[in-house]
């Protein structure tokens, strides 16, 4: 019994509704899904006659708060931004909050707030953030029971495309995620820890100082550091720790072309651009580039500016997604990086046929009577179409099965959290694992 | 006969002050000296009965104004974003207004007022920008009298230390300005128009696109772009160039070795670094170097990062400066910038005996006659000591002119202006001359 809110009904909330009507008739669940497009939220409900839609936008504060007055727990997809004002409207109400978003200092807040009236806010609860906190916790409390000191952990994680999927792609990337965040990703300074030193990496280098990660059976990928990776350190209950690195998964060669954006100052989304409405996709990149007499190609101008190789991986990559070439860009106006992200668009947009892949890799090294210990965990998820993609399965899942575990009253964690309690990752792994979505461990010598 | 109020008794306000005090007796002036630290103004003020102190604080708007309201015209050396404020009460008060900033837009909205009420607010009117304009717009309408057609301006200046100070210095530069701006500098894109493309240099590039110049007689420097060169194509009405650029002069050898700070992220302002107070000048650069194993020094890390020769002249600079020791920073906390320059003052803080150095060059090509025609233009002023520093000479004489001409009715240009117009730069430009600050033009062949 219960009435579940679903707040978005975009291309992540695919798996997790399903989730929620195949099991309301066992459980006698109301879905509700708000979303501002009926016919977003429509084409995800279908015709269950456990679920409707009511229409939601946050910026109308009465209809906002009348819609979370009528359910028991709330699961939001909206963007991370705004969890903060859903956060306050459920604690204002006594509601249950899930999401998959990143905690920010003023969800923390609400801490003692929610405890006091036995709420649980429960973020970062989707794939990463999510499944891999709950998975690197799982490793972390067995090597501990073991008797085990971890004196470091990587962990990467990236949606990409299937193997199948787009065979002649030369970057095996495509947009599973929203475009605007890949074409910005890494613009604030990442912060790790490597061998008990405190490391900064600025946006000029982030795409140059990467792990290598080699997932078997898959092939070759390589990780780049993402954000703070320090914070995790004290939640993981890491104190002793000498390095500690979390980050974005990408195929092999993908970093050192997508640097070439970087440093031309392609993704830069902080002004708008003169003339874009002339613009080709060649002309884009040449405002980047500065002339040289008797040199006229872009890829001979960009091959100087950057010491490529005029046919390297690198420019193989850029010339497939059309960037060499005379083609309009057709927009009227844009930042660089709207106008990357439109033509890139244009060969990354995930078409009905493409299948996703969604790659994760933890790599520990612990101390374990005296000898240093390494252990590998990865996990592959292929998306099944272009609705029941790898990405809204692994984001959707975990946090639909967070809300029966609370609906059930199997979860008895209270306040503002984040999945690391075995409370949590115990039932969500293990039926992740029945769904076919499993870290795989292995031991390397 | 008038009342001169100058805001401001920082470094770049000695010449102008002194100016004005030894013209004093001749027009009749009262000067005022208005600034937060009452010792800074006495300095400058020294003995002359022509000029007093008055205790003056932007924020306090009543006391502003009345020490606006006893002035005939205002120079203002405050910073830069404190102008339109200052434009404001001058406005209120029918004060003219002189300054050295760059015009920003808000200034700009109070240009029909000002016009209407009979007043000067005239911006850029110091070094760069201010004698650059002057001496450009000088050349720039000989050309056109003389029929000719320009096709392409460059134009760099830089203030630097004298070749007989600190000959052992290799960066050749030490702090003659306001040191956190030329740590920070060059951090929005800088955009110009080459051979008719608009083009843009994210701050990644900035010091890896260089301009080279030679001044003779004084020796080899390069350049490198300074935000919107674009601005001034309809300023100084060059409607039809095909390339313009403005920017800042180093010395040869300068700007590699500062893209090392740029690349590894040491002129970031945005964030607070952590354990500042147990940090080394090398610590702090190890904090954006990947560990190696068996690579144990900063330098051949600095080296593997950014593929320098370790011994080559980007590692000599840094290794002078300090950075390459294990001497403590001596901060307790700040920002990679502020770190930055804490570090660099240690050795770049302008001493006694020290003498700085301004340079601006100018490269016009030209069409006349049916031919392509270069002219090259150069200044080169020194410092005479501490005080009398060639930034403050060329900063503020420009200034203490154009007051000279504005109180004493020369000047009838009324609005928000830069000095384009020949009423300003022709006799600005001649005592300035008979001061021994000159461009030097040539003809190239």
Redesign the interface.
């Known amino acids: 019994m219960g009435t579940i809110l679903v707040l978005g009904a975009g291309r992540s909330s695919a798996s997790l509704i399903q989730y929620l009507l195949d099991n309301a008739p066992e459980y006698k669940w109301n879905v509700v899904v708000g979303d501002l497009s009926e016919s977003a939220a429509r084409e995800r409900i279908g015709g269950s006659p456990f679920a409707r839609f009511v229409s939601f936008d946050i910026n109308n504060a009465e209809e906002s708060s009348k819609t979370i007055r009528d359910a028991d727990v709330v699961i939001s997809l909206l963007p991370a931004i705004l969890h903060p004002q859903v956060g306050k409207l459920c604690l204002t109400m006594g509601k249950h909050l899930l999401n998959a978003s990143y905690i920010s200092d003023e969800m923390k807040t609400f801490h003692d707030e929610a405890q006091r009236r036995g709420l649980l806010f429960l973020n970062e609860c989707g794939l990463d953030p999510g499944i891999d906190h709950m998975s690197a916790m799982q490793i972390i409390d067995r090597i501990k029971k073991e008797g085990g000191s971890i004196r470091s952990f990587e962990s990467f994680t990236g949606g990409l495309i299937a193997p199948e999927t787009d065979p002649q792609n030369p970057w095996r990337y495509k947009f599973t995620w929203n475009p605007r965040n890949v074409v910005t990703a890494g613009q604030?300074?990442a912060k790790y820890l490597?061998?008990g030193?405190?490391?900064?990496?600025?946006?000029?280098?982030l795409f140059q100082?990467l792990t290598p990660v080699e997932v078997s059976g898959y092939g070759r990928y390589e990780g780049y550091a993402n954000r703070d990776s320090l914070r995790y350190i004290s939640t993981y209950g890491l104190n002793n720790i000498k390095t500690m690195l979390r980050g974005t998964l990408r195929n092999e060669g993908f970093c050192s072309a997508w640097n070439v954006f970087?440093?031309?100052?392609c993704c830069?989304d902080?002004?708008q651009?003169?003339?874009v409405s002339k613009m080709t996709h060649s002309?884009f990149i040449?405002?980047?580039?500065?002339?040289h007499a008797a040199v006229r190609s872009v890829r001979e101008k960009l091959a100087i500016?950057l010491h490529l190789n005029p046919n390297g991986g690198e420019m193989k990559k850029l010339a497939w997604s059309g960037l060499l070439d005379d083609e309009p860009v057709g927009l009227q106006g844009g930042t660089?990086a709207q106008i990357l992200e439109h033509i890139l668009s244009k060969k990354w947009k995930l078409q009905e046929q493409d299948r996703d892949l969604v790659v994760m890799w933890h790599r520990f090294y612990y101390q374990l009577n005296g000898t240093l210990r390494q252990i590998q965990a990865s996990l592959v998820a292929k998306g099944e179409n272009a609705t029941f993609t790898a990405m809204a399965k692994t984001v959707g899942l975990p946090l639909a099965i967070a809300a029966k575990l609370l609906i059930t009253g199997q979860l008895t964690l209270r306040g503002v959290q984040v999945p690391i309690a075995p409370e949590i990752y115990a039932p969500v792994l293990s039926e992740l694992k029945s769904k076919g979505i499993e870290l795989i461990q292995r031991d390397v010598e």
């Open positions: 604030t300074t490597q061998n030193q405190l490391k900064y990496i600025p946006y000029q280098q100082r970087v440093q031309l100052g830069d902080t002004y651009m003169d003339d002309s040449e405002c980047f580039l500065q002339d500016a660089p």
